[in-house]
């Protein structure tokens, strides 16, 4: 009886499995050692690597491996065990920060490979690395990630200065010029917390940028530009930028709900009506 009911069992998860891989588009499998412990290590491995329709992670406490069904088109094994080794947890890829492990209950307090736990302590709290390039020099890392998203504000900077003179072609050109830069980021380099957020809006910038590249129609760039102003506020308030940026708000965009924008200067300019009215708004908040 108990061989049957292991049969049921392995059939029951094979086939819950295969209704997963179903619904994932540009489905791809790999498999992976993630170090844990425990039933609260599968739990929190799994929730922190899955992505729903985009990604799932099924963890073996046993064996340590995790089977990763994912979308090959939106993520990549690297982008998921990243995810994981930020809520704590090791992989044969990825050191998660010493911080991150230290806050597991103790019965997740698995053994770490004496390479993890004798890594250089600044290293460890900015960037997550991986074991087998050994230390890496940290400031040409810190520029790396500063330089990628440096990129990514300059061209909504861009963007938002076309939309202040209403210019839909160079507006659809500089939008092109922002989604270059989006996809051009490579996340395994980004600090934790600028990961966590990347993670959470980069779907929706490519979305808005891809949208005004595609029309000339400075009224639907601006529909799309104050959804790319939320998310970009989101991502620049966990960065380190050389000068001040300002959140901007306009009271009476979107029939009288309002919109807010980013700018590097202090002076309201507005890019949702341009010369009509250039200078509504005010300043809501100062980002150092």
């Not at 597991?104 to 390039?133: F, Q, V």
């Not at 600028?194 to 595609?214: F, G, Q, R, S, Y």
Request: with cysteine.
């Amino acid at each position: 009886m108990k061989s049957i009911s292991k049969i049921l069992m392995a059939a029951s998860m094979l086939l819950s499995f295969q209704s997963f891989s179903a619904q994932v588009d540009n489905s791809k499998t790999s498999t992976v050692k993630i170090y844990g412990n425990c039933g609260m290590c599968e739990s929190a491995i799994e929730k922190a690597g899955n992505v729903k329709k985009v990604a799932t992670v099924e963890w073996n406490k046993d064996s340590k491996i995790a089977t990763l069904t994912y979308d090959s088109v939106k993520t990549n094994q690297d982008e998921i065990l990243r995810r994981i080794a930020l809520a704590g947890y090791d992989s044969e890829h990825f050191f998660a920060p010493d911080e991150a492990y230290a806050k597991l209950p103790a019965c997740c307090h698995y053994e770490r490979a004496k390479a993890a736990t004798h890594k250089d302590e600044a290293m460890a709290n900015s960037t997550i690395n991986k074991p087998e390039a050994g230390m890496h020099d940290h400031s040409a890392m810190t520029s790396q990630d500063k330089n990628q998203l440096k990129a990514v504000y300059e061209g909504y900077f861009s963007l938002k200065d076309a939309l202040i003179k209403s210019d839909g072609s160079a507006a659809s050109a500089k939008a092109k010029d922002l989604l270059a830069a989006i996809n051009a980021v490579k996340m395994e380099t980004l600090k934790p917390e600028e990961h966590t957020v990347w993670m959470k809006v980069k779907e929706d910038v490519t979305t808005d940028a891809e949208h005004i590249t595609e029309t000339k129609e400075v009224s639907h760039q601006r529909d799309h530009f104050t959804t790319l102003s939320k998310n970009m506020y989101q991502l620049i308030k966990v960065s380190k930028n050389d000068a001040p940026v300002y959140y901007q708000h306009c009271p009476m965009y979107n029939d009288g709900k309002g919109a807010d924008w980013l700018s590097k200067e202090s002076a309201i300019k507005n890019p949702y009506y341009g010369s009509q009215m250039l200078s509504c708004g005010k300043t809501v908040e100062t980002i150092n």
